[in-house]
């Protein structure tokens, strides 16, 4: 039924110059789906009233909701009302409320003189239903077509999600516009372990269907798989989704390290806090990296009690106690200073695990036995040391991320 089925145009110039990134259409896509409304386009068009005006019309032949986002505000660039009103041969009608409710926007935020173009926002297509917009000036736009309806929604996430919340959900559902089904999704999540060898292992189940489906997708780092489920209600889709889960954790064992929400760094400081554990980390290559992601986690200070950027010889020398006779020896990327680095770090912090990296970010600084991208991770813990040699491809932050990411996971084999 086209009435099940949405559609969505992102307005702005900015979104096709790559300016700004489209999370509208992401958040938009996971809610509908949530609703049971089936997305199969996303239209992207810049502040131009006759490609919007022809993407509107192809939409309105194939999607029984439209929603576009942005173009809502009081500049001369602002052009989706008027096209729509335009398009639906609907005259622009001045809204009293709407009007009185801006001027208190305004008034709340003592600017005494309301900008004169700020009224231009209570202009609407005739026969059109508004929302309030509790966090700005332009309220939201619902429009019925016949069975169909356009829904206008500003651009700025954090007007566009509590009025997609908190008033247009409600409508979809009181309208009927809602699905008899649900669609839900989980994402399993990889590390230490490469796309391809993750895509051997589910290979089969890649291709199921028609309500319960498996994708891979490649991160930097790591590997994620989105089970999503078509279902009739929630409990029959979680029940679905367990099953293939089941299998994949099964077939992968630990190379799964969580699900959806988690994180590497809150998973391995969940495992740290559990054990009663406290972790240091010494970086070099990193340059930080390691330790702000630990700190990127509410309550870290529980587990992670510091970290020490030595970049310099002398930094690992006069910080962190390496020998210079080992970095004249071996070079500052080897495993024997990565261990030296691992170990000074453990001493100065007195914790229980201890970690470092060492080596080559690029783009220079390569040289044919020591190319870039070759690094050192090494992890000690309570009973093991450990060092490993990894080779990373990609641009110098690429490069210190995976680095970063390995790290965590190297402590997590650890735990």
């Known amino acids: 039924m086209l009435s099940m089925r949405a559609e969505i145009i992102s307005v702005g110039t900015e979104l096709l110059l790559g300016h700004i990134v489209n999370t509208n259409?992401?958040?938009?896509?996971?809610?509908?789906?949530?609703?049971?409304?089936?997305?199969?386009?996303?239209?992207?068009?810049?502040?131009?009233?006759?490609?919007?005006?022809?993407?509107?019309?192809?939409?309105?032949?194939?999607s029984g909701i439209i929603i576009t986002t942005g173009g809502l505000g009081p500049t001369v660039d602002d052009i989706t009302l008027r096209t729509i009103g335009s398009a639906m041969s609907r005259a622009m009608v001045f809204e009293k409320k709407i009007a009185k409710y801006i001027k208190l926007y305004f008034k709340k935020s003592n600017i005494r003189k309301i900008p004169k173009d700020a009224l231009r926002q209570a202009y609407v297509p005739r026969g059109?239903?508004?929302?309030?917009?509790?966090?700005?000036?332009?309220?939201?736009?619902?429009?019925?077509?016949?069975?169909?309806?356009?829904?206008?929604?500003?651009?700025?996430?954090?007007?566009?999600?509590p009025l997609f919340e908190k008033s247009i959900i409600p409508y979809l559902r009181k309208k009927g516009f809602a699905g008899n089904w649900i669609i839900k999704t989980r994402t399993i999540k990889i590390s230490g372990f490469a796309e391809v060898d993750v895509n051997n292992a589910v290979k089969d189940l890649l291709s199921m269907g028609p309500y319960t489906t498996l994708g891979i997708y490649a991160h930097?780092?790591?590997?994620?798989?989105?089970?999503?489920?078509?279902?009739?209600?929630?409990?029959?889709?979680?029940?679905?989704?367990?099953?293939?889960?089941?299998?994949?954790?099964?077939?992968?064992?630990?190379?799964?390290?969580?699900?959806?929400?988690?994180?590497?760094?809150?998973?391995?400081?969940?495992m740290l806090?559990?054990?009663?554990?406290?972790?240091?980390?010494?970086?070099?290559?990193?340059?930080?990296?390691?330790?702000n992601m630990f700190t990127n986690v509410s309550g870290s200070s529980k587990y992670f009690k510091m970290g020490i950027i030595a970049y310099s010889n002398t930094a690992?020398?006069?910080?962190?106690?390496?020998?210079?006779?080992?970095?004249?020896?071996?070079g500052a990327v080897s495993k024997e200073v990565a261990l030296s680095m691992a170990e000074g770090i453990k001493k100065v912090?007195?914790?229980?695990?201890?970690?470092?990296?060492?080596?080559?970010?690029?783009?220079?600084?390569?040289?044919?036995?020591?190319?870039?991208?070759?690094?050192?991770?090494?992890?000690?813990?309570?009973?093991?040391?450990?060092?490993?040699k990894y080779r990373f491809s990609?641009?110098?932050?690429?490069?210190?991320?995976?680095?970063?990411?390995?790290?965590?996971?190297l402590i997590r084999a650890v735990l």
Not at 29 to 36: D, I, M, Y
Not at 394 to 409: H, V
Request: hydrophobic letters at 40%; aromatic letters at 4%; charged letters at 25%.
């Open 220 to 270: 930097l780092g790591e590997a994620h798989l989105k089970i999503t489920s078509k279902a009739k209600n929630e409990k029959t889709a979680d029940r679905e989704i367990k099953k293939v889960e089941a299998i994949i954790r099964k077939r992968l064992g630990n190379y799964v390290y969580g699900a959806d929400n988690e994180t590497l760094e809150s998973v391995v400081g969940e």
């Open 349 to 388: 912090s007195g914790a229980d695990i201890s970690l470092a990296t060492t080596g080559i970010a690029g783009p220079t600084g390569g040289t044919t036995k020591k190319p870039v991208g070759l690094v050192y991770i090494a992890a000690i813990g309570y009973k093991l040391k450990m060092v490993k």
């Open 316 to 330: 690992k020398v006069e910080l962190l106690g390496v020998p210079e006779e080992k970095i004249e020896k071996y």
């Open 394 to 409: 990609g641009n110098r932050e690429e490069i210190k991320l995976q680095t970063s990411i390995s790290a965590l996971n």
């Open 25 to 62: 259409a992401s958040f938009l896509s996971k809610r509908l789906a949530s609703l049971g409304i089936d997305v199969y386009h996303h239209i992207t068009v810049g502040d131009n009233p006759i490609r919007l005006a022809d993407a509107l019309n192809e939409a309105l032949t194939r």
């Open 128 to 161: 059109a239903l508004w929302f309030e917009n509790k966090v700005g000036t332009a309220p939201a736009i619902l429009i019925p077509h016949g069975k169909k309806i356009i829904v206008s929604l500003p651009g700025p996430p954090r007007e566009l999600v």
């Open 273 to 291: 806090t559990k054990k009663k554990l406290i972790c240091a980390v010494a970086e070099s290559c990193t340059g930080g990296l390691i330790s």
